[in-house]
């Protein structure tokens, strides 16, 4: 029965705060104005650095090493500041990279690299060139665009087949007066063998090829490079799912190494670009937080802004408020009713504010694809919308506190007396 009660007098506070709510059309939205402003900003914000972080993970998983662990057969150690040699390390193989992908908890793709420079040549062109030896899943890996051909495939790979891939600049190169796409289907000198172009690599979107680089099969490849004092052994690349996962998948590895090689895992340099995973995240979530600041202080100003529209109203329903005290109103039904007012304003605000929000998001991430080609469009998690409708409630119920609190504190006698 008192829950009845309760739920009872709690909608008739709600009723009584929403007619005065339409009783004042104009004092209502101009006090809705801030929660608007301050809850589109909100959502606009959010929504687009959600779209820029999905963009610039694929970037980076495209284009960096960031979510990558690099396992690399140690050749060399130095022991009290003197290199030596290290006897008995183990050298990867193609069939361990797969093993590897297929065992090792959490890899997204996998590849086996081995870097070197060797002579390329055409014709009366010549260039040195870094040459990296790779599984065909290389490709996948690093998320190769290619402007003509294609990269060679696993059985190209398997049987060691005479192809390679050229980097845009160094095909540009090595073609002298024709396009860089001619050398596609010609035979250059690599390393002093001939290998036949199948695909020229498009050229990065922004600045230069920082270097004048190859790709060639992994079986049968090493006698491309030029001699080296120190061995050559291949690396074995894993990806993480996510930035967050590669801590994670390093041990994995670490426990994959143990297993297969035991203590002979201190062969082995397992390296992240830990540097760089931290300050890329790190860079994500202060972004995220100086425009959800910035957001914060517009609710605020909002919220100022309401405080100020019902304290006002106090003043100008003195008497209503003393004539419904004194019909049996208690203090905590006044209370509830400018509390009511005040979360409705902030509701309704927000809720306008939602959709302004997502509209503004809509037109910033075209903008961005308009005057900077890149391909960000706005994000949504339902965590962003929990967000700023909370925070829209939360701005309500902190704001309107005080004049609510100043309502039900007033005296019947005095209220209803009060001109």
């Excluded at 030029?226 to 801590?247: F, G, M, Q």
């Amino acid at each position: 029965m008192s829950t009845r009660y309760n739920f009872a007098t709690l909608y008739e506070s709600a009723r009584v705060g929403a007619d005065s709510l339409r009783a004042n059309p104009m004092r209502t939205m101009l006090s809705t104005t801030g929660v608007i402003i301050g809850v589109a900003s909100l959502v606009a914000a959010f929504a687009i650095t959600d779209g820029v972080d999905v963009w610039s993970r694929a970037l980076i998983a495209r284009e960096s090493s960031v979510q990558d662990v690099a396992i690399t057969p140690r050749t060399r150690e130095t022991v009290r500041g003197r290199t030596l040699p290290v006897h008995g390390y183990h050298e990867f193989t193609t069939e361990d990279a797969m093993r590897a992908g297929a065992e090792v908890p959490g890899v997204m793709r996998h590849a086996l690299t081995l870097n070197g420079t060797t002579a390329a040549e055409y014709l009366d062109q010549r260039a040195i060139v870094q040459l990296t030896l790779s599984t065909a899943s290389l490709a996948d890996f690093t998320g190769f665009e290619l402007s003509a051909g294609r990269f060679f495939t696993a059985a190209e790979d398997t049987h060691g087949a005479a192809v390679v891939v050229l980097g845009h600049r160094l095909a540009q190169e090595l073609a002298g007066l024709h396009d860089a796409l001619w050398l596609v289907g010609r035979s250059i000198r690599l390393g002093g063998d001939r290998r036949e172009v199948i695909g020229v690599l498009a050229a990065p979107s922004s600045g230069d090829e920082p270097d004048l680089v190859a790709f060639a099969p992994i079986r049968g490849g090493t006698e491309l490079f030029a001699p080296a004092s120190v061995p050559r052994v291949a690396t074995l690349r894993l990806k993480a799912h996510s930035i967050e996962a590669v801590d994670t998948l390093r041990g994995e590895s670490m426990n994959w190494l143990a297993e297969r090689y035991g203590r002979d895992i201190e062969k082995f340099d397992v390296v992240v670009g830990t540097q760089r995973l931290e300050n890329t995240k790190q860079a994500m979530l202060l972004s995220k937080m100086l425009l959800g600041l910035l957001a914060g202080l517009i609710l605020a100003v909002g919220g100022i802004g309401i405080m100020n529209v019902l304290l006002a109203a106090v003043v100008e329903r003195t008497r209503e408020i003393g004539i419904r005290k004194a019909v049996g109103a208690s203090r905590r039904d006044i209370q509830a009713q400018f509390l009511v007012e005040a979360v409705t304003v902030t509701g309704v605000g927000s809720a306008i504010g939602f959709v302004v929000g997502l509209l503004l998001a809509a037109g910033g991430t075209a903008v961005f694809r308009m005057w900077a080609g890149a391909p960000i469009y706005p994000v949504l998690h339902l965590s962003t919308a929990l967000f700023a409708m909370g925070s829209a409630v939360l701005v309500g119920l902190v704001f309107g506190t005080y004049p609510a609190r100043r309502a039900a504190n007033l005296s019947p006698i005095d209220a209803i007396a009060r001109e």
